[in-house]
């Protein structure tokens, strides 16, 4: 997740910083038949930043919502081959 550092920011120009948490932090999804919709995903993922950083919920649903500026989902589940390397969603 980045963040506009307005400290750095110079005339007409955006300086972003990656925030990172203190730790990694897991996301439990449903694989089962029912599993987990991509609406729910999102959900998920919004949920779970949202605990690790104050505020972000609304920031990533209202990003999901119209789409700009993109979120490019990145996966990578190691006991399934097609996931092994990170993918893109």
Not at 29 to 47: K, M, N, P, S
Not at 54 to 63: G, V, Y
Not at 69 to 78: D, E, F, G, K, L
Request: charged residues 25%; positive net charge.
């Amino acid at each position: 997740m980045y963040i506009d550092d307005k400290a750095k920011r110079g005339k007409n120009k955006v300086v972003w910083r990656l925030i990172k948490p203190e730790a990694k932090f897991s996301l439990i999804l449903d694989a089962g038949r029912q599993g987990t919709t991509y609406e729910e995903f999102h959900q998920i993922v919004a949920t779970q930043c949202n605990e690790e950083y104050a505020h972000s919920k609304s920031i990533i649903t209202r990003l999901i919502t119209y789409g700009k500026p993109a979120i490019t989902w990145t996966v990578t589940i190691p006991g399934v081959t097609e996931f092994k390397a990170p993918g893109k969603l």
